[in-house]
Protein backbone atom coordinates (compact mmCIF):
# COMPACT_ATOMS: atom_id res chain seq x y z
CA UNK A 1 0.00 0.00 0.00
CA UNK A 2 1.61 3.52 -0.94
CA UNK A 3 2.68 5.69 1.82
CA UNK A 4 1.60 9.69 2.86
CA UNK A 5 3.81 11.48 5.10
CA UNK A 6 3.16 15.11 5.91
CA UNK A 7 3.86 17.53 9.07
CA UNK A 8 2.61 20.75 10.24
CA UNK A 9 4.84 22.52 13.00
CA UNK A 10 3.38 23.23 15.98
CA UNK A 11 5.16 26.91 15.77
CA UNK A 12 1.81 28.79 16.56
CA UNK A 13 -2.04 29.24 15.18
CA UNK A 14 -2.99 27.27 12.39
CA UNK A 15 -3.59 29.74 8.87
CA UNK A 16 -5.64 29.56 6.14
CA UNK A 17 -2.70 28.78 3.98
CA UNK A 18 -1.79 25.52 6.38
CA UNK A 19 -5.33 25.01 5.99
CA UNK A 20 -5.36 25.18 1.91
CA UNK A 21 -1.82 24.18 1.05
CA UNK A 22 -1.53 21.05 3.28
CA UNK A 23 -4.39 20.14 6.14
CA UNK A 24 -7.64 20.57 3.57
CA UNK A 25 -5.95 17.76 1.61
CA UNK A 26 -4.85 15.61 4.22
CA UNK A 27 -8.61 13.92 5.01
CA UNK A 28 -9.00 13.43 1.43
CA UNK A 29 -5.82 11.42 1.24
CA UNK A 30 -7.61 8.92 3.16
CA UNK A 31 -10.74 7.77 0.94
CA UNK A 32 -7.29 7.04 -1.77
CA UNK A 33 -6.53 3.77 -0.64
CA UNK A 34 -3.23 5.03 0.74
CA UNK A 35 -1.84 4.89 4.33
CA UNK A 36 -1.51 8.09 5.90
CA UNK A 37 0.67 9.09 8.33
CA UNK A 38 0.84 13.43 9.61
CA UNK A 39 2.59 14.61 12.09
CA UNK A 40 2.92 17.58 14.09
CA UNK A 41 6.43 18.50 14.13
CA UNK A 42 7.97 19.56 17.69
CA UNK A 43 11.44 18.65 16.71
CA UNK A 44 10.95 21.42 13.79
CA UNK A 45 9.17 23.76 15.33
CA UNK A 46 12.38 24.27 18.28
CA UNK A 47 14.31 25.34 15.46
CA UNK A 48 13.00 28.85 16.61
CA UNK A 49 12.45 29.54 20.21
CA UNK A 50 9.14 28.21 21.69
CA UNK A 51 7.70 29.19 24.96
CA UNK A 52 6.68 25.80 26.37
CA UNK A 53 3.67 26.56 27.74
CA UNK A 54 2.80 27.56 24.08
CA UNK A 55 4.75 24.78 22.39
CA UNK A 56 2.52 22.68 24.45
CA UNK A 57 -0.74 24.13 23.32
CA UNK A 58 -0.57 24.85 19.84
CA UNK A 59 0.71 20.96 19.74
CA UNK A 60 -3.16 20.31 21.22
CA UNK A 61 -4.33 22.92 19.15
CA UNK A 62 -3.14 21.17 15.63
CA UNK A 63 -3.88 17.95 16.30
CA UNK A 64 -7.64 19.54 17.12
CA UNK A 65 -6.98 21.09 13.60
CA UNK A 66 -6.61 17.99 12.13
CA UNK A 67 -9.35 16.21 13.23
CA UNK A 68 -11.25 18.73 12.49
CA UNK A 69 -10.63 19.34 9.00
CA UNK A 70 -11.76 15.30 8.78
CA UNK A 71 -8.40 13.57 9.34
CA UNK A 72 -9.78 10.52 10.95
CA UNK A 73 -6.97 9.20 14.09
CA UNK A 74 -7.53 5.55 13.33
CA UNK A 75 -8.01 5.47 9.99
CA UNK A 76 -4.86 7.90 9.59
CA UNK A 77 -1.59 7.79 12.06
CA UNK A 78 -1.77 10.95 13.77
CA UNK A 79 0.69 11.94 16.81
CA UNK A 80 3.62 14.29 17.97
CA UNK A 81 7.23 14.13 16.22
CA UNK A 82 9.30 14.03 19.56
CA UNK A 83 7.33 10.56 21.08
CA UNK A 84 9.01 8.54 18.35
CA UNK A 85 12.39 8.93 19.24
CA UNK A 86 13.92 7.08 15.62
CA UNK A 87 12.65 10.33 14.14
CA UNK A 88 15.90 12.41 15.69
CA UNK A 89 17.87 9.04 15.76
CA UNK A 90 17.71 8.81 11.63
CA UNK A 91 18.09 12.56 11.31
CA UNK A 92 21.47 11.95 12.70
CA UNK A 93 22.42 9.65 10.06
CA UNK A 94 21.04 11.86 7.68
CA UNK A 95 23.16 15.29 8.89
CA UNK A 96 26.48 12.91 7.79
CA UNK A 97 24.94 12.34 4.62
CA UNK A 98 23.37 15.70 3.61
CA UNK A 99 26.43 17.80 2.35
CA UNK A 100 26.59 21.63 3.55
CA UNK A 101 26.48 23.06 0.26
CA UNK A 102 23.17 21.40 -0.23
CA UNK A 103 21.73 23.20 3.21
CA UNK A 104 23.25 26.26 1.56
CA UNK A 105 21.21 26.61 -1.07
CA UNK A 106 17.89 26.17 1.44
CA UNK A 107 15.65 29.17 0.89
CA UNK A 108 13.54 28.71 4.29
CA UNK A 109 16.84 29.28 6.23
CA UNK A 110 17.72 32.02 4.12
CA UNK A 111 14.05 33.59 4.77
CA UNK A 112 13.48 32.51 8.72
CA UNK A 113 17.38 32.72 9.95
CA UNK A 114 17.44 36.64 8.07
CA UNK A 115 19.99 38.80 7.84
CA UNK A 116 22.20 37.67 11.03
CA UNK A 117 22.75 33.97 10.35
CA UNK A 118 24.94 33.92 12.65
CA UNK A 119 22.57 33.91 15.69
CA UNK A 120 20.13 31.19 14.16
CA UNK A 121 20.79 27.92 15.87
CA UNK A 122 22.44 25.09 14.43
CA UNK A 123 18.68 23.25 14.21
CA UNK A 124 17.15 25.62 11.90
CA UNK A 125 19.89 25.33 9.56
CA UNK A 126 19.57 20.93 9.91
CA UNK A 127 15.81 21.28 9.31
CA UNK A 128 15.61 19.38 6.17
CA UNK A 129 17.42 16.63 6.79
CA UNK A 130 15.30 16.40 10.04
CA UNK A 131 12.35 16.75 7.71
CA UNK A 132 14.03 14.00 4.95
CA UNK A 133 14.35 11.63 7.92
CA UNK A 134 10.27 12.08 8.98
CA UNK A 135 9.71 10.90 5.42
CA UNK A 136 12.25 8.27 4.93
CA UNK A 137 11.36 6.89 8.17
CA UNK A 138 8.21 5.19 6.86
CA UNK A 139 9.19 4.82 2.86
CA UNK A 140 6.54 7.19 2.16
CA UNK A 141 6.66 8.19 -1.55
CA UNK A 142 3.75 10.73 -1.53
CA UNK A 143 4.38 14.04 0.52
CA UNK A 144 1.73 16.49 -0.25
CA UNK A 145 2.71 20.16 0.87
CA UNK A 146 2.59 23.54 0.15
CA UNK A 147 4.42 24.85 -2.63
CA UNK A 148 7.21 26.12 -0.23
CA UNK A 149 8.42 22.77 0.55
CA UNK A 150 9.38 21.88 -2.72
CA UNK A 151 12.96 22.38 -2.18
CA UNK A 152 12.73 20.09 0.87
CA UNK A 153 11.62 17.20 -0.94
CA UNK A 154 13.76 17.57 -3.48
CA UNK A 155 16.77 17.72 -0.76
CA UNK A 156 15.16 14.13 0.80
CA UNK A 157 15.08 12.94 -2.58
CA UNK A 158 19.07 13.78 -3.41
CA UNK A 159 19.48 12.28 0.34
CA UNK A 160 18.16 9.28 -0.06
CA UNK A 161 19.83 8.88 -3.35
CA UNK A 162 23.13 9.90 -1.96
CA UNK A 163 22.79 7.34 0.78
CA UNK A 164 21.30 4.50 -1.85
CA UNK A 165 24.62 4.85 -3.55
CA UNK A 166 27.16 5.33 -1.04
CA UNK A 167 25.63 2.05 0.71
CA UNK A 168 25.63 0.18 -2.42
CA UNK A 169 21.80 -0.22 -2.16
CA UNK A 170 18.22 0.60 -2.86
CA UNK A 171 16.66 1.00 0.42
CA UNK A 172 15.01 4.52 0.65
CA UNK A 173 12.52 4.91 -2.27
CA UNK A 174 12.62 8.68 -3.35
CA UNK A 175 9.43 10.69 -2.16
CA UNK A 176 7.36 13.10 -4.44
CA UNK A 177 5.57 16.63 -3.61
CA UNK A 178 2.15 16.43 -4.10
CA UNK A 179 1.18 19.98 -4.30
CA UNK A 180 -2.21 20.30 -5.93
CA UNK A 181 -5.13 22.87 -5.70
CA UNK A 182 -5.65 26.43 -6.65
CA UNK A 183 -4.10 27.83 -2.96
CA UNK A 184 -0.57 26.02 -3.23
CA UNK A 185 0.97 29.27 -2.03
CA UNK A 186 -1.73 31.49 0.09
CA UNK A 187 0.38 34.99 -0.09
CA UNK A 188 0.72 37.36 3.29
CA UNK A 189 -2.58 39.69 3.18
CA UNK A 190 -0.10 42.75 3.99
CA UNK A 191 2.56 42.21 1.48
CA UNK A 192 1.89 40.04 -1.88
CA UNK A 193 5.32 39.01 -2.11
CA UNK A 194 5.25 37.29 1.04
CA UNK A 195 3.68 33.30 1.71
CA UNK A 196 1.22 33.61 4.85
CA UNK A 197 2.60 32.26 7.73
CA UNK A 198 1.84 31.25 11.40
CA UNK A 199 5.08 32.90 12.49
CA UNK A 200 4.91 36.19 11.08
CA UNK A 201 4.69 39.04 13.44
CA UNK A 202 1.75 40.69 12.20
CA UNK A 203 -1.39 38.70 13.23
CA UNK A 204 -3.41 41.15 9.93
CA UNK A 205 -1.24 38.99 7.39
CA UNK A 206 -3.06 35.68 7.91
CA UNK A 207 -5.92 34.21 8.73
CA UNK A 208 -6.11 31.98 11.74
CA UNK A 209 -8.66 28.90 11.65
CA UNK A 210 -9.48 30.41 15.19
CA UNK A 211 -10.48 33.84 13.67
CA UNK A 212 -13.92 34.41 14.52
CA UNK A 213 -16.08 35.75 11.72
CA UNK A 214 -16.11 39.61 12.57
CA UNK A 215 -11.67 39.21 12.31
CA UNK A 216 -11.80 37.16 9.25
CA UNK A 217 -14.22 40.02 7.45
CA UNK A 218 -12.20 42.80 8.90
CA UNK A 219 -8.64 41.15 7.74
CA UNK A 220 -10.04 40.29 4.49
CA UNK A 221 -11.37 43.91 4.23
CA UNK A 222 -8.31 45.18 5.34
CA UNK A 223 -5.92 43.18 2.87
CA UNK A 224 -3.89 45.19 0.65
CA UNK A 225 -4.80 45.28 -2.98
CA UNK A 226 -4.38 47.50 -6.03
CA UNK A 227 -7.58 49.48 -6.80
CA UNK A 228 -8.34 48.09 -10.27
CA UNK A 229 -11.29 45.77 -11.11
CA UNK A 230 -10.96 42.15 -11.42
CA UNK A 231 -10.20 41.27 -14.88
CA UNK A 232 -12.97 38.20 -16.48
CA UNK A 233 -9.64 36.60 -17.63
CA UNK A 234 -6.52 35.09 -15.68
CA UNK A 235 -4.01 36.66 -18.00
CA UNK A 236 -4.69 39.57 -16.30
CA UNK A 237 -3.60 38.61 -12.78
CA UNK A 238 -0.54 37.95 -14.02
CA UNK A 239 1.29 41.16 -12.60
CA UNK A 240 -1.10 41.47 -9.71
CA UNK A 241 -0.10 39.13 -7.04
CA UNK A 242 -2.42 40.41 -4.17
CA UNK A 243 -5.71 40.27 -6.16
CA UNK A 244 -4.43 36.71 -7.30
CA UNK A 245 -3.81 35.99 -3.91
CA UNK A 246 -7.55 36.50 -2.92
CA UNK A 247 -9.04 34.55 -6.23
CA UNK A 248 -6.91 31.43 -5.72
CA UNK A 249 -7.73 31.38 -1.85
CA UNK A 250 -11.78 32.10 -3.32
CA UNK A 251 -11.41 29.16 -5.94
CA UNK A 252 -9.72 26.85 -3.09
CA UNK A 253 -12.12 27.76 -0.57
CA UNK A 254 -15.15 26.89 -3.02
CA UNK A 255 -13.72 24.03 -4.82
CA UNK A 256 -13.75 26.17 -8.23
CA UNK A 257 -10.66 26.94 -10.63
CA UNK A 258 -9.37 30.90 -10.52
CA UNK A 259 -10.70 31.25 -13.88
CA UNK A 260 -14.09 30.45 -12.81
CA UNK A 261 -14.02 32.73 -10.06
CA UNK A 262 -13.83 34.99 -12.59
CA UNK A 263 -16.63 33.91 -14.69
CA UNK A 264 -18.37 35.27 -11.77
CA UNK A 265 -16.09 38.08 -10.69
CA UNK A 266 -14.34 39.34 -13.57
CA UNK A 267 -15.45 43.23 -13.96
CA UNK A 268 -16.35 43.66 -10.23
CA UNK A 269 -14.39 45.68 -7.73
CA UNK A 270 -13.13 44.68 -4.21
CA UNK A 271 -15.82 46.45 -2.91
CA UNK A 272 -18.00 43.57 -3.95
CA UNK A 273 -15.47 40.83 -3.62
CA UNK A 274 -13.78 41.29 -0.43
CA UNK A 275 -17.19 40.81 1.17
CA UNK A 276 -18.11 37.52 -0.97
CA UNK A 277 -14.83 36.18 -0.12
CA UNK A 278 -15.31 36.66 3.95
CA UNK A 279 -18.45 35.22 3.51
CA UNK A 280 -17.24 32.32 2.12
CA UNK A 281 -14.02 32.20 4.15
CA UNK A 282 -16.34 32.24 7.56
CA UNK A 283 -18.69 29.62 5.97
CA UNK A 284 -15.80 26.95 5.64
CA UNK A 285 -13.70 27.93 8.89
CA UNK A 286 -16.25 28.62 10.99
CA UNK A 287 -17.20 24.62 11.37
CA UNK A 288 -13.43 23.89 11.63
CA UNK A 289 -12.94 26.24 14.24
CA UNK A 290 -15.95 25.44 16.78
CA UNK A 291 -15.21 21.65 15.88
CA UNK A 292 -11.82 22.37 17.94
CA UNK A 293 -13.07 24.40 20.52
CA UNK A 294 -15.02 21.42 20.81
CA UNK A 295 -12.47 19.03 21.08
CA UNK A 296 -9.93 21.24 23.39
CA UNK A 297 -12.13 21.00 25.84
CA UNK A 298 -10.75 17.84 26.80
CA UNK A 299 -6.95 17.69 26.19
CA UNK A 300 -6.28 14.72 27.50
CA UNK A 301 -8.24 13.08 24.89
CA UNK A 302 -6.07 14.43 22.31
CA UNK A 303 -3.04 13.04 24.24
CA UNK A 304 -4.39 9.76 24.06
CA UNK A 305 -4.91 9.95 20.44
CA UNK A 306 -1.21 11.42 19.96
CA UNK A 307 0.02 8.54 22.13
CA UNK A 308 -1.99 6.15 20.54
CA UNK A 309 -0.49 7.19 16.88
CA UNK A 310 3.19 7.24 18.19
CA UNK A 311 2.56 3.77 18.94
CA UNK A 312 1.53 2.90 16.04
CA UNK A 313 4.07 5.05 14.11
CA UNK A 314 6.98 3.55 16.16
CA UNK A 315 6.12 0.11 14.68
CA UNK A 316 6.60 1.28 11.86
CA UNK A 317 9.65 3.45 11.94
CA UNK A 318 12.25 1.02 14.28
CA UNK A 319 12.49 -1.58 11.53
CA UNK A 320 13.43 0.96 8.97
CA UNK A 321 15.77 2.59 11.85
CA UNK A 322 17.16 -0.67 12.64
CA UNK A 323 17.69 -1.55 9.15
CA UNK A 324 19.47 1.66 8.28
CA UNK A 325 21.56 1.51 11.36
CA UNK A 326 22.59 -2.27 10.19
CA UNK A 327 23.69 -0.99 6.42
CA UNK A 328 25.87 2.09 7.88
CA UNK A 329 27.91 -0.94 10.03
CA UNK A 330 26.10 0.21 13.36
CA UNK A 331 26.46 -3.20 15.67
CA UNK A 332 22.28 -4.15 16.60
CA UNK A 333 22.88 -6.71 18.96
CA UNK A 334 19.80 -6.22 21.63
P1 LIG B 1 6.21 28.68 10.11
O1 LIG B 1 6.11 30.14 9.80
O2 LIG B 1 6.39 28.39 11.57
O3 LIG B 1 7.20 27.95 9.23
P2 LIG B 1 4.09 27.84 8.36
O4 LIG B 1 2.81 28.60 8.31
O5 LIG B 1 5.07 28.00 7.25
O6 LIG B 1 4.75 28.10 9.77
P3 LIG B 1 4.61 24.98 8.45
O7 LIG B 1 4.30 24.19 9.66
O8 LIG B 1 6.02 25.36 8.18
O9 LIG B 1 3.69 26.30 8.50
O10 LIG B 1 4.03 24.21 7.18
C1 LIG B 1 2.98 23.25 7.28
C2 LIG B 1 2.39 22.97 5.92
O11 LIG B 1 1.67 24.11 5.46
C3 LIG B 1 3.44 22.68 4.84
O12 LIG B 1 2.93 21.67 3.99
C4 LIG B 1 3.56 23.98 4.10
O13 LIG B 1 3.97 23.79 2.76
C5 LIG B 1 2.12 24.47 4.17
N1 LIG B 1 2.06 25.93 4.07
C6 LIG B 1 2.62 26.80 4.93
N2 LIG B 1 2.36 28.06 4.56
C7 LIG B 1 1.62 27.97 3.41
C8 LIG B 1 1.05 28.92 2.54
N3 LIG B 1 1.19 30.23 2.78
N4 LIG B 1 0.35 28.49 1.47
C9 LIG B 1 0.20 27.16 1.23
N5 LIG B 1 0.73 26.21 2.01
C10 LIG B 1 1.42 26.60 3.10
MG1 LIG C 1 6.93 27.00 7.34
Known amino acids: KPRIFSGIQPSGGLTLGNYL ?3 KRFAQKQDEGIETIYCLVDLHAIT ?3 EPEALRRNTREAAAAFIASGVDPKRSILFNQSQVSAHAELAWAFNCVARLGW ?3 MTQ ?3 KAGKNAEKASLGLYAYPALMAADILLYHATMVPVGEDQKQHVELTRDIAAKFNHDYETDFFPAPEPLIEGAATRVMSLRDGTKKMSKSDPSDASRINLTDDADTIAKKIRKAVTDPEPLPSEI ?3 KDRAEARNLVNIYAALADMTPTQVLGEYGGEGFGKFKPALAELAVAKLAPISDEMTRLMNDPSEIDNILGDGANRADEIAQPI ?3 TLEIMGMIRSR
Do not use: E, P
Request: no cysteine.
Open 48 to 50: VWQ
Open 321 to 323: LGK
Open 235 to 237: DGL
Open 21 to 23: GAL
Open 103 to 105: MNR
Open 109 to 111: FKD
